[in-house]
Each structure stands twice: as structure tokens, then as C-alpha cells.
């Protein structure tokens, strides 16, 4: 199992940029795939971006050339940068990581993102 944090969650206006992390309690180089999923009010988590243990990335068709999900191997931290951001992305941001191509994976607790315009 993984214990996961998110941080820098928060309120930025439309069109701003903002970064989220989620920190690992084992080290990245031991899980096989991280990814970030999303859920707005009134509405069923979604996937966002995922990263794979080799580093090849993949992102949801609605954050494509807006979104990066990246890697800091020596602070197990997984990042989400968030650029051109709009109301649609308002939502509880939740890190996710899979030990294995077939485990369930772990959940962190989720962080809070608020798009106002």
C-alpha cells in the first residue's frame, strides 16, 4: 500500500494557472502508474492525467495542451500544473497510484480547486 497527500489546492480566477502535488510515502520508482482524477459537484470522478513508471504520460481530451502531469523522483512527489484554467475545472482533485498493472490502487484524501470568473 501507498499513503497519499495532495497540497496546493485553492481559488484562482479563469485563466490562471495553478499547481497541485501529491506526495508518496514510498518512492515513486516502486509504483507503476500515478495519475490525477477529478470530480465536480453533482458528478462521477473522472480521470485527468496519468503517468506511467516509465514516464510516458496521457491526459483527458478536455485538459490536452492545458494540463502536465509530471514527476520529482528524489521528493516522491507527483505534480499537476494547470494552465488556461476555466470554470469546468472546478473540482475535488485526487491523486491515485498503482503498485502493480493489476492492484486497485490507493486514493489520497483529495484537494479542492475553485475556477471563478
Known amino acids: 500500500q501507498v499513503q497519499l497527500t495532495e497540497s496546493g489546492g485553492g481559488s484562482v480566477q479563469a485563466g490562471g494557472s495553478l499547481r497541485i502535488s501529491c506526495t508518496t510515502s514510498?518512492?515513486?520508482?516502486?509504483?507503476?502508474?500515478m495519475a490525477w482524477y477529478r470530480q465536480a459537484p453533482g458528478k462521477e470522478r473522472e480521470f485527468v492525467a496519468r503517468i506511467s513508471g516509465g514516464g510516458w504520460t496521457d491526459y483527458a481530451d478536455s485538459v490536452k495542451g492545458r494540463f502536465t502531469i509530471s514527476r520529482d523522483m528524489r521528493k516522491n512527489t507527483l505534480s499537476l500544473q494547470m494552465n488556461s484554467l476555466g470554470d469546468e475545472d472546478t473540482a475535488v482533485y485526487y491523486c491515485?497510484?498503482?503498485?502493480?498493472?493489476?492492484?486497485?490502487?490507493?486514493w489520497g484524501q483529495g484537494t479542492q480547486v475553485t475556477v471563478s470568473s
Open positions: 491515485h497510484a498503482r503498485l502493480t498493472s493489476n492492484s486497485p490502487g490507493s
Open positions: 514510498r518512492s515513486i520508482l516502486s509504483i507503476h502508474t
